[in-house]
């Protein structure tokens, strides 16, 4: 009796404490939104498993981009800053940001991330996650969107797998169709599958490597970024958008 009901003191204090982290998380990122839109940058969210094509598709959307300086790109790894020199490889701005042992972004580590980097008004701030289709689901960074990259050697399950992720997604990605021929994956399975878990959510497959797919998912990024409006009715954006 008195181990279960310590068991079950734990338990509680464990929940509250996730409770805690998320809340504060959730403030900030609320915050990390307001300022964002103020300034009428359009914010994507990317997340994938390790390995699914994420820098890829960004290095090769902001080639095709006409001005590769209205982007910045936020980059989350663990360790290493190869991806943020990848993108700085294409005229962008892009800034690392090494988790170490931490699996996801932050809202927190973005805040720091927007206070550093200048950006300009009405430009495109794009977040490439931690490599991880189950911690960035609980982490609001602030984004506008969040877009949901799946290579298609991942199997055409992993809606259903790892369903959080695709909660709040605006769009999945099935990335690496030049493979298909290669593995067993199912378009039309893995679409019902995400619409499932999401009914609202869109559908786009691409290969960075042959260019299939890439018109329709720069004409979605096109789209997104004209009918962003700027809400800067309530007020001045200020300079810096620390929360603290
Ligand atoms: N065949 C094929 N390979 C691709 C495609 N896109 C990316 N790759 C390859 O997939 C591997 C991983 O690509 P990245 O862009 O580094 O993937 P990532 O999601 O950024 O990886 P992490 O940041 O480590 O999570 C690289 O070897 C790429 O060349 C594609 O469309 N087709
Ligand atoms: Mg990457």
């Known amino acids: ?17 996730e409770q805690d982290i998320l809340g504060v ?16 940058i359009l914010s994507l969210n990317l997340v994938s498993s390790p390995g699914a094509g994420k820098t890829s598709l960004l290095t090769e959307t902001i080639r095709r981009l006409p001005d590769a300086s209205a982007v910045t790109v936020i980059e989350g790894d ?13 005229g962008a701005k892009a800034l690392q ?14 805040n720091e991330a927007i206070g550093r980097l200048n950006m300009e008004p009405a ?18 960074l602030g984004e506008e ?5 799946l290579s298609v050697t991942e199997g055409d399950d992993k809606p259903l797998k790892y369903p959080d992720i695709f909660v709040g997604a605006s769009l999945m990605i099935v990335s690496k169709t030049d493979l298909l021929p290669y593995v067993h994956f199912d378009i039309d ?56």
């Open 1 to 17: 009796m008195g181990l279960r009901g310590g068991q079950a003191d734990t338990e509680q204090r464990v929940i509250q404490l």
């Open 25 to 40: 998380n959730n403030a900030i990122a609320a915050a990390n939104r307001r300022w964002l839109r103020r300034n009428g």
């Open 123 to 140: 430009s495109l701030l794009l977040i490439e996650n931690v490599g991880n289709l189950v911690c960035p689901a609980s982490f609001d």
């Open 145 to 149: 969107a969040r877009v949901v990259i």
């Open 189 to 244: 399975r893995v679409t019902e599958y995400a619409r499932r878990i999401n009914p609202d959510i869109a559908c786009l497959t691409l290969s960075v490597e042959t260019g299939q797919g890439m018109d329709a998912w720069m004409e979605w990024l096109e789209k997104r970024r004209s009918t962003f409006c700027i809400t800067a009715a309530d007020g001045d954006p200020g300079l810096v958008p620390f929360f603290t």
């Open 97 to 110: 940001i090494n988790t170490g042992k931490g699996c996801h972004l932050d809202a927190r580590m973005v």
């Open 78 to 90: 663990q360790q290493t800053d190869l991806d943020a020199a990848r993108i700085r490889e294409t």
